[in-house]
Each structure stands twice: as C-alpha cells, then as structure tokens.
C-alpha cells in the first residue's frame, strides 16, 4: 500500500519570455486570468486534491508569488475597517489554501532539473507536480483521478490528452497500451516533441503528474536532452522502460476542459471562456460579446 500523497511541486522559475513587456518585472504565474493569478488556480487545484503541502520551485524575480500567498496585514485590516467583508474574504482566502514552501533553482537547466530541486523537500514519498502554463476546470477533477490511480498502481502517473497530429511536436508524446478501465492506459515509451511522422501516438503529456520517489535518482544521473535541457521525459521514460527501478508508469487520459495560459492567443482565449462561465461577470459579459462579435462580422 503506497502512502497517501500530500505533497505538491509547482515549478515556476521560468523567465516569461513570451508575454514581454508584462514579465519584465511581473512573474508570468502572477499575470490574472480574469481577477485572479493563474498560479492561484494551481494552487487552489493541489488543495482541492487533498495536496495542502506546496513547494514552490522559484527564480529571480519570483518574490510577488511567495508575497501573493502570505498574509497582508495592512489591507486586511484596512478592508475589515472598511466593513468590506467580501473582499476581506478574497485577500485570505490564497493564504490559507495550504502550508507553502519555496526554494530556488539557481540555474533555470530544464523541467527534469527543476523537479529535482525539490528531492530534499519531498523525501520519499509519491508527490504531484503541476506545471503553472496548464488550467485544469475544477469541475474537471483531473489531478484527484490521477492520485486515485497512483494508489492503486503505484509507480507514476502522468496526465494525457489526444491532439490533432500536427500538433504533436509540441508536447512530450506517449506510447501505451490498453488497460481495463477506460481512461487509463499503461505507457510503454516516451519521447520528447518527436516529428508527426515519428510520434507513437497522438497522446501529449500534459502539466499534471505523479511520481514515484525514485524519478528523483533517474534525474540526478539524466543527461541534458531535447534543447540542452534536464527533461523529465527521459527520466519518465527509463522508468516507463524498466517497472524493476520504480514502478510502472501510467497515463490517465483526460477529456475535460484545460486552459492554457503559456500562450499568448490561448491565455486570451482562457479569459475569455472563464469570464464567461462566470456567475458574476458572464450574463453582461456574453451580451456584450456577442455584440462585439456580430459587429465585427458585418464590418
């Protein structure tokens, strides 16, 4: 029986390079996707996942992350003299998700290397890792499901969606085979943003996994792979390849809604649908859309 998993890893070192000017000075976790950071959202889906131990895997620049999930003392008690108890609740409410934790990379040397920073933190025992660019609907309980899995396989389990072969190249992709329930399947091979013509499949990994203790030995001894980088794909396919070393490795095949925020035409597009979906904010906001949208069209 493997033990519960509690703990999360979130790496969020990265420079934002794709939404400059904004990253410049502003971490891209902390851009807001509507009228909150995208990394709340992460953060909130750990949580609801039963993960309340998150370590946070940062860079330079990072500090407004770790500011963003403490308590601000000023503008609670400025809200609370206020009589503002709505947004009161807001302001704490990312504070008391769970117990945070941070260390930096130093070197931004790939995924691979930044989940091996958390080795000391995590020890050894089965953890989750959440990539920030990726926005699981939490109506769609993905990463639930995978520990679900994790607990009953044991080894690792990665999260998988089908995708047009064209797009292949930009994912790590999957090689797998069938197994009794329906939206899990067991991965035989990975490989990392192969060529369409070369790809074993069209199921791409996506930002959500969990993991066996062991990939933390495979990534000390990985050699910088795809773009000079320490990836966690190959570390996930030498387990994949040998079940001896750290289990097998499985793949749950995801079906629900995903926003995707490490791109700029995409993190517009998950406003839009989010704002939309919005109990507050969608009757107006749909109205006016449609609006725009016919007026666009006739012009």
């Not at 000075?25 to 992460?42: N, R």
């Not at 108890?85 to 930044?114: C, F, I, N």
């Not at 990994?205 to 000079?228: N, S």
């Amino acid at each position: 029986m493997t033990s519960r998993i509690s703990k999360a890893v979130i790496p969020a070192a990265g420079l934002g390079t794709r939404f400059l000017p904004a990253t410049k000075a502003t971490p891209k976790e902390m851009l807001p996707v509507v009228d909150k950071p995208a990394i709340q959202y992460v953060v909130e889906e750990a949580a609801s996942a039963g993960l309340d131990d998150v370590l946070m895997i940062t860079g330079r620049n990072k500090r407004p992350l770790e500011d963003h999930f403490d308590r601000n003392y000023e503008l609670e008690s400025a809200l609370q003299k206020k009589g503002d108890a709505s947004r009161l609740a807001k302001v704490q409410e990312s504070s008391d998700l769970a117990t945070m934790h941070y260390v930096r990379q130093g070197d931004p040397k790939g995924l691979g290397h930044a989940v091996l920073c958390a080795a000391p933190h995590v020890g050894d025992e089965p953890f989750a890792v959440l990539l920030g660019d990726d926005l699981i609907d939490p109506r769609d309980p993905l990463l639930a499901r995978m520990v679900e899995v994790q607990e009953q396989h044991g080894g690792s389990v990665i999260a998988l969606m089908e995708v047009d072969p064209a797009q292949i190249h930009l994912y790590g992709c999957a090689a797998v085979e069938a197994t009794g329930e329906g939206d899990v399947v067991k991965v035989t091979d990975l490989v990392e943003k192969p060529d369409a013509a070369d790809a074993p499949s069209n199921y791409a990994i996506i930002g959500r996994y969990v993991l066996d203790p062991h990939v933390f030995d495979i990534l000390r001894k990985t050699e910088p792979g795809r773009g000079g980088e320490i990836q966690l794909t190959d570390a996930l396919q030498q387990l994949a390849a040998d079940e001896k070393v750290g289990g097998p490795v499985h793949g749950v095949v995801f079906k629900g809604r995903r926003y995707d925020t490490g791109d700029r035409g995409d993190y517009l597009r998950a406003i839009v649908r989010l704002a939309c979906e919005r109990e507050d904010l969608g009757p107006d906001f749909r109205t006016w859309l449609t609006a725009y949208v016919a007026e666009e069209l006739q012009g």
